[in-house]
């Protein structure tokens, strides 16, 4: 029987399977760990898999401050065949002859590396008026979609074998990669879309930490959670800046209240994370400026 305790608070890196949507492995790890505050850390299409980050628990408060690292992605992507999804899931809308050297496509794909405009896929899970985009989508209902910045920082081709080429791709936070490979195969004037993806980095997460819900089903009914799980202090330190408090100003800061710090020198407009001493994090803030003094304001707090 699960004996999980139903106040358990962490995150757990899901290695996600083919076949399933990023809401069937939230809902599986609720049934797991026996709790209804499960969220996920970037959406992952049913076709990929990969590292999908799932926080349960108070960690659902800090969802917003994990999500907004790099991805990294293990992308084999098809040329001559376009899609309306983008992928090879969807209704094909053109096919077209590859004529195109080795060296033009790599050319090709390598150019896309540094900062650039993409406009994201009428399938997805952006919303217009209140709707999901697949939802117009499936009704053949076409919704101008206006670019949107994205970053890739690198691209690494690993082999290009007639119409089927594979590369590793770090890209920022929102980026599309079925969109990238159709906007590769447009700039081929071929056409293109994503056949298989991986998702290998997800920010500090990683398929070296990542488990199935197999593995995670077995640990937890072994009581053994805290052999998957991560805390959320150990996932902070790794990406934000931190103050520390005494007991009685992090009790002042738990409920609100703005505290005066006194090293001046490193306050800056980032967000830091705020730890009672250096054991618990206790929730987040911005410096703020009152008269000569600094003091931490509450962003939130856990």
């Not at 401050?65 to 992507?77: F, N, P, Q």
């Not at 006194?262 to 980032?270: C, F, Y």
């Amino acid at each position: 029987m699960n004996n999980v305790s139903s106040n358990i608070n962490g995150i757990l890196n899901v290695l996600k399977p083919v076949g399933m949507t990023s809401f069937d492995v939230v809902r599986q790890v609720r049934k797991i760990m026996r709790t209804k505050k499960v969220g996920h850390i970037g959406t992952l299409d049913p076709m990929a898999s990969g590292v999908l980050p799932i926080c349960i628990g108070k960690a659902t408060k800090i969802i917003e401050y994990l999500s907004s690292g790099y991805k990294v992605y293990h992308t084999e992507m098809t040329l001559g065949i376009s899609t309306d999804t983008q992928d090879s899931e969807g209704r094909i809308l053109q096919q077209s002859d590859v004529n195109c050297t080795k060296n033009e496509i790599e050319s090709a794909i390598l150019s896309f590396v540094g900062g650039y405009r993409q406009i994201p896929p009428m399938y997805s899970a952006l919303k217009f008026k209140g709707k999901k985009l697949y939802e117009y989508a499936r009704k053949g209902i076409e919704i101008e979609r206006k670019a949107r910045d994205a970053y890739i920082y690198w691209i690494k081709i690993a082999e290009v074998s007639e119409n089927r080429v594979v590369f590793d791709v770090k890209c920022s936070k929102g980026t599309y990669v079925r969109t990238l490979c159709a906007d590769i195969g447009k700039k081929l004037n071929c056409g293109a879309h994503m056949s298989a993806l991986l998702r290998t980095e997800n920010g500090i997460f990683n398929l070296k930490n990542a488990h199935t819900i197999a593995e995670i089903e077995k640990v937890t009914n072994n009581e053994s959670t805290q052999n998957v799980m991560m805390t959320i202090e150990q996932c902070i330190a790794a990406n934000m800046a931190r103050v520390e408090l005494l007991e009685n100003d992090a009790f002042k800061f738990a409920n609100g209240g703005f505290v005066k710090i006194e090293d001046t020198e490193s306050a800056n407009d980032e967000l830091v994370a705020v730890w009672e001493s250096h054991k618990t994090v206790i929730g987040f803030a911005n410096y703020i400026k009152r008269g000569k003094d600094i003091y931490l304001k509450p962003i939130k707090v856990l």
